[in-house]
T-cell receptor, first 113, second 116 residues
Framework: AQTVTQSQPEMSVQEAETVTLSCTYDTSESDYYLFWYKQPPSRQMILVIRQEAYKQQNATENRFSVNFQKAAKSFSLKISDSQLGDAAMYFCAPNFGNEKLTFGTGTRLTIIP | DTGVSQDPRHKITKRGQNVTFRCDPISEHNRLYWYRQTLGQGPEFLTYFQNEAQLEKSRLLSDRFSAERPKGSFSTLEIQRTEQGDSAMYLC??????????????FGPGTRLTVL
């Protein structure tokens, strides 16, 4: 079975500091895509960052970057210079080559002013 | 293009009634997905279409659920004989199959269903 684990139900970080959200998964596939989505309170899900499993280089998008460890099946998200607008639920959501996303249970991120 | 839209945004119904939700994807996206999200959980896959063909259905999609995408554009999700356990947020997403954002799913705002 393909599973996704986000072991941190809640995290908090001081504004302007850095925080890392963890995600591990289990799959027998070798070619897949990994995504982090953000869901602000009462607002829709938006894509934060994507990583192709065949790429060794970790993806970055402005203040957001990932640490992708394929052998360890780990895909963590680092948010640098945290801002109040980063407060949201964050979901790790791989696409294991079968077109659908498999979501973790999410991490609720709180930004402390 | 303003993104994926869903209608209605909220629906309250009584147990046993039928409900139908609509999703309009981003116009050039040929894949359309339905997910269900209960409170405090991540979304769970229900079904997806490529153009008008329904290619996969989850075991979560019981016989009371039916989805269509008749002309490969908008999609509807119908729930017959609703049960209280159907109360959830129903999310629609679309994705292209080519281009720079290949395989990225763009989500709509969701339809929140409450079954009394």
């Amino acid at each position: 079975a393909q599973t996704v684990t986000q072991s941190q139900p809640e995290m908090s970080v001081q504004e302007a500091e850095t925080v890392t959200l963890s995600c591990t998964y289990d799959t027998s596939e070798s070619d897949y895509y990994l995504f982090w989505y953000k869901q602000p309170p009462s607002r829709q899900m938006i894509l934060v960052i994507r990583q192709e499993a065949y790429k060794q280089q970790n993806a970055t998008e402005n203040r957001f970057s990932v640490n992708f460890q394929k052998a360890a099946k780990s895909f963590s998200l680092k948010i640098s210079d945290s801002q109040l607008g980063d407060a949201a639920m964050y979901f790790c959501a791989p696409n294991f080559g079968n077109e659908k996303l498999t979501f973790g249970t999410g991490t609720r991120l709180t930004i402390i002013p | 293009d303003t993104g994926v839209s869903q209608d209605p945004r909220h629906k309250i119904t009584k147990r046993g009634q039928n409900v139908t939700f609509r999703c309009d994807p981003i116009s050039e996206h040929n894949r359309l997905y339905w997910y269900r999200q209960t409170l405090g959980q991540g979304p769970e896959f229900l079904t997806y279409f490529q153009n008008e063909a329904q290619l996969e259905k989850s075991r979560l999609l019981s016989d009371r659920f039916s989805a269509e995408r008749p002309k490969g554009s908008f999609s509807t999700l119908e729930i017959q004989r609703t049960e209280q356990g159907d109360s959830a947020m129903y999310l629609c997403a679309s994705s292209p199959t080519t281009g720079e954002v290949y395989n990225e799913q763009f989500f709509g705002p969701g339809t929140r269903l409450t079954v009394l």
